[in-house]
């Protein structure tokens, strides 16, 4: 009871009521602009095509929430943004411009996402074109599509044009409703949308599988699917929740008549520190040689029938490049020696560590061992759920990488909706006996 009276006083604050409202009226928006298709092309054969197609078509329908198969002016989805963004990021490290315009506080932040949103119109345009050629190859027979017919009525730079100013357009406006959501809204909008979009394939996936299995629905294989689903939830809450925390120690220092430092705090180090951006970026490198293969590049074809099959290949190709990818975003969002020179300018020191070079390199160190165990977590929870389904045929994608994104979106947004209701002096979601998630303790 505790619990529901938490989630009540919800309806108490008029300022988060409007927040929430704000969101749901985003993620309505989103799903309406799923069903708008884009001009030219034959949606029902599309979705012939995706159901009968290769699993990384599946994966990424997943991820649009429906709107690959119904060739919607959101196709392309957020991924664009995305991409954007850690290409900006890695900007920072080769680039002394990038890196002094996030030095320069709110001026150079509004900079960045500016050139940003530059990024994700230029992306979309060569990813759009891509989507473009890669439906006219679906009615090639050869490449497996043309035997449910048609998807491109007219085929022709025509075409090809409307599909680029119509991807385009749907994925500068979602970029748009995202930003508008994180202003106005709680949470991050561009999370929630990637949120809602796998979340809405929930109950089709289970209506096909009861439509697959009619007659013969087996209670042991679905208590066996609904055991993985919990436990992956139950793992994900603890790695994204785990932290390692450095103690610090701040000299102590006389102003005028007054005694500053002296006290001790922590620098929480996340298991996961690079959150969910490895399985997405992995996945979309994934999809790559299949958008290659629709220019008819050599090789290329080859290639993507081999990950197409979700074998060993796959597999073992998705682990290794989510744990590269996890190295990889971590030494680029955080840089040791930055917060070794932080603290050495706060006069603090972590006990034991001399500072500057020799904290730095302590960080370093435990940083490392963080995400040693965080890489292969990740790697661990999008693979194993997809091969427990595959041994078990059970055709449902909400996979380990979906299971991780909906879990820790929904655990960030709980987060900011308890801070709001705390600050407004009211118990937080989990009410005033259990323990919440921000840690604050009843009086």
């Known amino acids: 009871m505790a619990s529901l009276s938490g989630f009540a006083s919800i309806t108490k604050v008029p300022e988060l009521r409007r927040r929430i409202a704000f969101v749901l009226m985003v993620l309505a928006l989103y799903r309406v602009g799923v069903f708008i298709t884009i001009p030219g092309v034959d949606r029902g054969v599309m979705k012939e095509v995706v159901a009968g197609g290769s699993g990384l078509l599946g994966l990424f329908n997943l991820f649009s929430g429906g709107a690959l198969e119904n060739l919607s002016v959101f196709a392309l989805g957020i991924m664009p943004y995305i991409s954007a963004s850690i290409i900006m990021q890695l900007l920072g490290m080769v680039s002394k411009q990038v890196e002094e315009l996030k030095k320069e506080g709110e001026a150079g932040r ?84 990637i949120f809602g979009g796998i979340v809405s394939g929930v109950p089709s996936g289970v209506t096909n599988y009861l439509a697959a299995n009619a007659g013969q629905i087996q209670p042991l294989t679905i208590a066996l699917v609904l055991g993985v689903i919990l436990g992956c939830v139950a793992v994900v809450v603890f790695f994204e929740q785990a932290q390692r925390r450095i103690p ?92 070794a020179d932080n603290l050495k300018k706060q006069q603090a020191n972590i006990p034991g560590i001399r500072p500057g070079k020799h904290t730095a390199e302590y960080i370093d160190r435990v940083l490392t061992r963080l995400t040693v165990g965080g890489s292969i977590y990740v790697a661990a929870i999008c693979i194993v759920p997809a091969l427990v389904a595959q041994s078990l045929k059970v055709p449902f994608q909400f996979g380990g990488t979906s299971l991780m994104i909906v879990v820790g979106v929904a655990l960030e947004t709980s987060k900011q909706i308890e801070a709001h209701l705390i600050t407004r002096s009211y118990e937080g979601l989990t009410g005033p006996r259990t323990t919440r998630l921000s840690g604050r303790r009843p009086a």
């Open 248 to 339: 610090i120690q701040y000299a102590r220092r006389q102003v005028g008549r007054r005694i500053y430092g002296g006290q001790q705090a922590h620098l929480p180090l996340k298991v996961n520190m690079a959150s969910m951006i490895p399985p997405i970026f992995a996945s979309s490198l994934l999809a790559f040689p299949a958008t290659l293969s629709s220019f008819n590049i050599p090789g290329m074809q080859g290639f993507s029938a081999a990950l197409n099959r979700q074998d060993w290949v796959f597999h073992t190709l998705f682990g290794v490049m989510i744990i590269f990818f996890c190295f990889f975003y971590t030494a680029v969002t955080f840089q040791p020696v930055d917060v």
């Open 110 to 193: 509004r900079k960045l996402e500016q050139y940003t949103r530059y990024g994700t119109i230029v992306l979309s345009i060569f990813q759009g074109l891509g989507i473009a050629f890669m439906l006219e190859g679906l009615q090639n027979q050869s490449l497996g599509g043309g035997r449910f017919g048609d998807v491109v009525t007219n085929a022709g730079w025509g075409f090809r044009l409307t599909a680029i100013i119509t991807l385009t357009t749907g994925t500068t406006l979602l970029m748009w409703l995202g930003e508008q959501a994180t202003e106005r809204g709680i949470g991050n909008g561009i999370s929630l949308i």
